[in-house]
């Protein structure tokens, strides 16, 4: 083959395809230049003046390296990942580095591999890290357990790519013995090892990084960002369906640009429908002020750098022909997307097929625990003043506000008020398990709300104002196998979306999926919950027990910052 590169790419015969008169972008000068692009198998194989067996004149277009996304849970997009396929590569992405964190604390290796084998009859490269905490803290209940002996038995195998976001921060960093079996069983195997280090600074740092790790999706502002980037991380700027901070690209410099990477995390199917991918990412970018080269290059090159992609994220000789063909660098609408070389999208459809999707029995069935009742979500104070959880847009921090309650018959009540009811059900082992606390000012009332989706350990996160419509949300969430519920106490009524792969994802197609799932977000929005929150998306983050500040755990209340439980009363 390397012999028909270098014919076609000297001219001594036509390639395979041309994609004619494009202006495309340089990532790696900066510049945007003119001329031919010549493909000949999987790689582009020169730029200038060329002759192809087909040719697409492009002239009105910019062609770019198509996208990757340096980091993402496809599971938080509750879409299979054929059908994540079909919404993302019509959008100009074709490279994820992709954690199955999520599928992989409710049913363990087997998750890994679903995600994996799934993927490969798509046209998105899906690059595999291994999940690195499972649990992701040892004070909850999930459905599986991946300690050192097992990262070290999976973490060479060929399909998986890397180690998966070190969240266990504090493990790290004191030397955890598990914890340095992982790190170790990663580096043995040649892997690259994600990061996950909020406001980890200093000497804390230093230690962090002493583990190997290369990238870091946490970073808040200016100093943070500053000092992460002077001891050689990549930094994410991040998009996703809740956790969004593309301000921070304020920080980008001439002189640092191309330390900073684009990533989505977590991002649902009616954002990646209605809003777009990582080009949506790159609209806001751009919209912002941002030099939408640099943008580009963030998106592209920068990534494949960082994960040592070779001949990915370019538009250049041996390159891959992953491309993207744009009507412009401000909106970033795809007119044609090219993977490996092969039209894959055009006009934002998908052109493969998705619907024979792989579906293991391992990875159904999932949702195991107990009928409750109304009893179970009684809430017993001291006094008259406890702890609240709070929450802010655009993120997965929390905070905590100590707030007056009171109580009739040794029950907190929250009806009329701006609290409401929260609790974590263990949905794994039938342990029984409740978590219960307070959070403030959600704005959801009438009744309950419910999700199987609970980062990490993916339990039942409820939360309400009435706890016989709380007992009836978790019981539906179980008849169903997973997924969103709403209980309408005033009509009676309950509203669900089954989630049946994992409690995560949904075997349906993307369309209907999205659909249905935007009625029910819309649905819980006219009871109550503030527009400036993902309606169920930030719900799934209070049980997330390795974020600041406020968390609840099928266990009890955890305060983060001390990385211990904590009493819900105040007094």
Not at 148 to 166: H, M, N, S
Not at 211 to 219: A, I
Not at 264 to 276: F, I, M, N, V, Y
Not at 339 to 364: I, W
């Amino acid at each position: 083959m390397l012999e028909k590169y270098i014919l076609a790419a000297k001219r001594a015969q036509k390639a395979d395809l041309v994609l004619k008169n494009a202006t495309y972008v340089d990532v790696f000068t900066g510049k945007l230049r003119k001329g031919d692009i010549a493909i000949v198998g999987e790689k582009i194989v020169g730029t200038g003046e060329y002759e192809g067996i087909e040719e697409i004149d492009c002239t009105a277009l910019t062609v770019l390296p198509s996208y990757i996304d340096g980091h993402v849970h496809i599971e938080s997009s509750q879409l299979s990942p054929e059908e994540f396929a079909s919404l993302v590569v019509p959008r100009g992405t074709t490279t994820v580095i992709a954690d199955p964190h999520e599928i992989t604390n409710v049913c363990g290796a087997a998750g890994c591999e679903y995600i994996s084998k799934a993927s490969g009859n798509v046209p998105l490269e899906v690059k595999l890290q291994l999940p690195s905490c499972v649990p992701a803290t040892p004070f909850e209940t999930s459905g599986a357990i991946l300690n050192g002996k097992d990262i070290e038995d999976i973490v060479a195998k060929d399909y998986i790519f890397g180690l998966g976001e070190f969240m266990n921060y504090p493990g790290v960093i004191n030397s955890d013995p598990d914890v340095i079996k992982k790190l170790e069983a990663a580096h043995a195997a040649g892997k690259i090892i994600d990061g996950h280090a909020p406001k980890v600074c200093g000497l804390n740092l230093n230690a962090y990084l002493c583990g190997g790790v290369s990238t870091d999706h946490e970073c808040g502002e200016g100093g943070e960002i500053e000092e992460k980037l002077s001891k050689g991380l990549y930094v994410h700027i991040r998009h996703g369906s809740s956790a969004r901070n593309l301000s921070n690209a304020k920080y980008i410099t001439k002189e640092n640009m191309r330390r900073f990477i684009l990533c989505t995390d977590d991002r649902h199917a009616a954002d990646l429908k209605e809003k777009g991918h990582i080009d949506d990412a790159l609209r806001k970018l751009v919209a912002n002020g941002l030099d939408p080269v640099t943008a580009v290059t963030c998106a592209t090159l920068n990534c494949a750098e960082c994960y040592g992609l070779k001949w990915r994220g370019a538009i250049a000789p041996f390159y891959l022909a992953d491309l993207v063909a744009v009507d412009n660098l401000k909106n970033f609408n795809a007119k044609y997307v090219f993977k490996n070389g092969k039209l894959v999208a055009k006009d934002g459809k998908p052109l493969f097929e998705t619907s024979k999707r792989y579906l293991p029995a391992s990875v159904l069935n999932t949702v195991h625990l107990k009928d409750v009742t109304a009893d179970d979500f009684v809430l017993t104070l001291k006094g008259k003043k406890a702890k609240a959880m709070t929450i802010f847009p655009d993120g997965v921090v929390t905070g905590c506000e100590i707030v007056e309650v009171e109580s009739k018959d040794g029950d907190a009540q929250v009806a009329g008020t701006d609290l409401l009811k929260i609790a974590v059900v263990e949905r794994h082992k039938m342990t029984g398990n409740i978590g219960k606390g307070l959070i403030k000012g959600y704005g959801f009332k009438g009744g309950a709300m419910g999700i199987t989706i609970a980062h990490d350990s993916h339990n039942i996160i409820l939360l309400g104002d009435d706890n016989e419509s709380m007992a009836r949300a978790a019981n539906r969430l179980k008849e169903i196998g997973g997924g969103m519920v709403i209980v309408d106490k005033n009509s009676e009524k309950v509203y669900s979306l089954t989630l049946d792969i994992a409690g995560l994802m949904s075997s349906r197609d993307a369309e209907s999926l999205q659909r249905d799932s935007r009625a029910l977000i819309e649905r819980a929005h006219a009871m109550g919950v503030k527009r400036e929150y993902e309606a169920f998306m930030s719900l799934a983050f209070t049980s997330l027990a390795v974020i600041p500040k406020l968390k609840l755990l099928d266990t009890g209340l955890f305060d983060v910052e001390s990385f211990s439980f904590t009493d819900i009363n105040a007094e």
